[in-house]
């Protein structure tokens, strides 16, 4: 007992010494293992398989009327075909109408959400890239591919919108905020989709239609190389590439849209009716089904191209709105029954619509293979050029071409008339570099007040709060 | 009495004066811009982008200009032939071709101006003529124009048809020859091969001429095939990139050439490739030629 006590200050020390080096770091902080986090999610070749997922989610959009959600695709057709001449609100209520007007403002909410919407997509794909070391050997290729189509995919959406975007190509903080806020010229994000696509290209196959394929990337690079009017004879040989993979156009027309995944389809973004995955821009098409009391309803100037020539597609592109027979809605997406149209009901509530956004069709690609022939000149009477716009043509009920020369405006027509409010007149007109004339013309006769900035959007006002002024702002926006 | 009155009215009258003199000072702060005014600091930048009609016709004629001004209310196009505009986004139709002088003179409501000026060419586009390519040593000759650069350099008729990839280099022959004094040979064994790019117009008709000749015995023939791009290191690859082909089994003669023309369209292709080969027999073949239809 005394040599305990005279020893207390030797054991106590000796206790305290052991505590000390007992303890690893480890012990006092272990890592979370019930909650995960970014930094040690990524262990298995499964978790970048739902990073993947993540992407076309994102893709997706969020199904609310929170503006403060990203709604990505779900509000992409605001921002093309109602700039363009086929769409506008049915009552000019609300942020909606500056699109038909041409006096979008910087503070426009659908403008950033479709930006930052579309970033985000960016970050997850960017995410996978980052983790890529830990798939396997056999599978690396698929996953790189398909992260950078969608990336790809992600920034032809966001350079053909906005111009001069900031180009991001690995994870960041909200501390970089140089490459966050610096403006990266057109020509360089161009570059920078072209390579994605091609190892896109290489890495996939064709066994999806809702997710990155290599048909997919092939009409995407196509369509690339046709907006910035060089490499015809690649985007040419591409188009061949996608048909020569087994795509076919469907006989009848409605069933390209109301035939989920059917043989026309090459990539379109999923939707399950009725559910969390499901999608609202079907009810906005509508009559005060949606949030807003009607958008995307046709003007008078799509109506008569669609009457001249559309053929058998014009009943099954727009239709008389029953509730105010002087407006006329889309028929494409609809959510709802059509007893005339032989369309039937697949959904409870039509704000949940599950009908799939088609991205990429057969159609368009038969199409892009005229364009490219014609390499930017003013016709072509290529037999190849003739063939593909025969089968769109004899599809919709009409004849093919009736003078064996197919000139630059019976392709824009044509493109018009088969792929309206599908997402695509807007840029075609730019394409073709038709859109000053014909958006100017429009314009005046709609009374909206057209110039020639208008064909960029503005940069969110948001986004120059953010980079306190270091990024700058479009012309003919303030 | 008047005296009176006459302090009692002025003393309230100076006061008055005293009063609205002295508070004219605050008047001051309602003056208009002085020393107290900043100078603008974003005045009117002008600037314009233009673009050509593209269509048939005229059209080519008519350009469209893209006001891209910053700061500035009116606008004051200048043409030529002294047109002018105050549009935002005008339209013009030229003369005709030539160098054309447009001025933008844009102001704000300060009537501060800027001017931007530009030169602008105007030029009828041609329809692209199809590119018709050289075939060198088209005839087998020593010394072709063009040559010095196929091969070792030898200039001996054959050094722009190798490929050793594809074949041994093919033999040259003086008797009989279709055109000059010399033609190409290609042993029974079939082991030689002639070979050569050419670049072409894409989606574009061509029609690819030759001559032939072979032994009469034993039985054989030989085949010209015109390949889909360039490049070919594999024979059986690039046989399955033939757009057209001719196989020539004319063997009643060894010392009569047979003329052969080969149609082909281009397709998707910038390059397309001449192969030559043969089997069975001894052949000859001379005098290339290509023209776009």
Avoid at chain 1, 348 to 368: C, E, F, P, Q, S
Wanted: aromatic share 10%; charged share 20%.
């Amino acid at each position: 007992m005394k040599n305990i006590i005279k020893h207390i200050n030797k054991l106590n020390l000796l206790v305290i010494a052991i505590a000390l080096f007992s303890c690893s770091d480890d012990f006092l902080s272990p890592p979370p293992n019930s909650v995960l986090n970014a930094a040690t999610f990524f262990e298995t070749e499964a978790d970048l398989e739902a990073a993947l997922v993540n992407m076309y989610d994102g893709i997706q959009g969020v199904n609310s009327t929170d503006s403060n959600d990203n709604h990505a695709i779900q509000v992409e057709f605001y921002l093309t075909e109602m700039r363009s001449d086929n769409t506008r609100t049915k009552s000019s209520e609300g942020e909606a109408a500056q699109f038909e007007s041409y006096t979008i403002q910087p503070t426009n909410g659908i403008v950033d959400d479709y930006y930052r919407s579309f970033y985000n997509v960016i970050f997850r794909a960017n995410t996978v890239l980052a983790n890529l070391d830990i798939a396997t050997s056999e599978n690396r290729a698929k996953i790189e591919g398909e992260a950078k189509f969608v990336r790809a995919y992600a920034y032809f959406n966001l350079v053909r919108l906005y111009g001069d975007i900031p180009l991001i190509t690995s994870v960041i903080s909200t501390g970089d905020t140089d490459v966050q806020f610096t403006r990266v010229a057109t020509s360089n994000v161009y570059d920078l989709i072209e390579t994605d696509l091609l190892t896109a290209i290489g890495g996939l196959d064709n066994s999806s239609k809702l997710r990155g394929s290599k048909a997919a990337a092939q009409a995407l690079l196509a369509k690339v190389y046709l907006t910035r009017g060089a490499n015809y004879t690649e985007a040419q040989q591409l188009c061949e590439a996608v048909m020569g993979s087994g795509f076919m156009l469907q006989p009848n027309f409605k069933d390209v849209f109301y035939n989920e995944l059917n043989s026309e389809i090459i990539f379109a973004i999923g939707y399950q009716e009725d559910s969390a995955d499901s999608q609202n821009f079907s009810a906005e098409w509508l009559n005060a089904v949606g949030r807003t009391s009607g958008v995307n309803y046709t003007t008078a100037d799509v109506r008569t191209v669609l009457n001249d020539l559309g053929g058998n597609r014009t009943p099954y592109s727009y239709r008389v709105d029953t509730d105010q027979p002087t407006q006329f809605q889309v028929v494409k997406y609809l959510p709802e029954e059509d007893t005339a149209l032989g369309i039937t009901s697949t959904v409870t509530d039509r704000t949940k619509a599950g009908n799939d956004w088609i991205v990429l069709r057969y159609a368009d690609v038969l199409l892009m293979h005229v364009e490219a022939i014609m390499a930017g000149g003013n016709d072509t009477s290529v037999q190849a050029a003739l063939d593909s716009f025969e089968l769109v043509r004899l599809r919709a009920g009409l004849l093919a071409d009736d003078d064996g020369t197919i000139t630059k405006q019976e392709l824009l027509d044509e493109r018009r008339v088969e792929l309206a409010f599908e997402n695509h007149r807007l840029f075609d007109l730019i394409r073709f570099n038709e859109a000053q004339n014909v958006l100017s013309a429009f314009s005046t006769a709609t009374g909206g007040s057209f110039n020639a900035t208008d064909l960029l959007l503005p940069i969110p006002q948001r986004e120059i709060n953010l980079s306190l002024g270091q990024l700058t702002q479009n012309q003919g926006y303030n | 009495m008047k005296k009176q009155f006459k302090n009692i009215i002025w003393l309230p009258v100076y006061a008055i004066i005293a009063f609205t003199v002295q508070s004219c000072d605050d008047f001051e702060q309602f003056e208009p811009a002085g020393a107290n005014s900043k100078a603008d600091e974003t005045p009117p930048m002008a600037s314009f982008s233009y673009s050509q009609g593209q269509g048939e016709g005229e059209v080519w004629k008519d350009y469209s200009f893209a006001n891209l001004s910053t700061s500035a209310t009116t606008y004051l196009w200048e043409f030529e032939g002294g047109t002018t505009s105050s549009d935002v986004d005008p339209t013009f139709t030229f003369p005709g071709e030539g160098m054309f002088t447009v001025t933008l003179t844009a102001s704000d409501a300060l009537g501060v101006e800027s001017v931007f000026s530009e030169i602008i060419e105007v030029v009828e586009p041609e329809e692209p003529e199809a590119i018709v390519p050289t075939i060198l040593e088209q005839s087998f000759e020593d010394n072709s124009p063009g040559s010095e650069d196929c091969g070792d350099g030898n200039m001996d008729g054959r050094d722009c048809w190798r490929n050793s990839n594809l074949g041994g280099v093919i033999q040259i022959t003086n008797s009989p020859t279709q055109d000059g004094s010399q033609a190409s040979k290609y042993p029974s064994a079939g082991d030689r091969i002639a070979y050569q790019e050419l670049t072409v117009s894409p989606n574009t008709d061509y029609k690819l001429t030759y001559y032939y000749t072979l032994k009469t015995s034993p039985v054989g023939s030989v085949t010209v095939s015109v390949l889909a791009g360039g490049g070919h290191i594999d024979l059986s690859a690039a046989l399955a990139t033939t757009l057209e082909d001719f196989e020539g089994t004319d063997q009643s003669s060894s010392n009569d050439y047979i003329k052969v023309d080969i149609p082909f369209n281009t397709g998707a292709n910038n390059t397309v490739s001449i192969l030559v080969t043969n089997q069975g027999a001894e052949a000859r073949v001379d005098n290339f030629s290509i023209a776009a239809d």
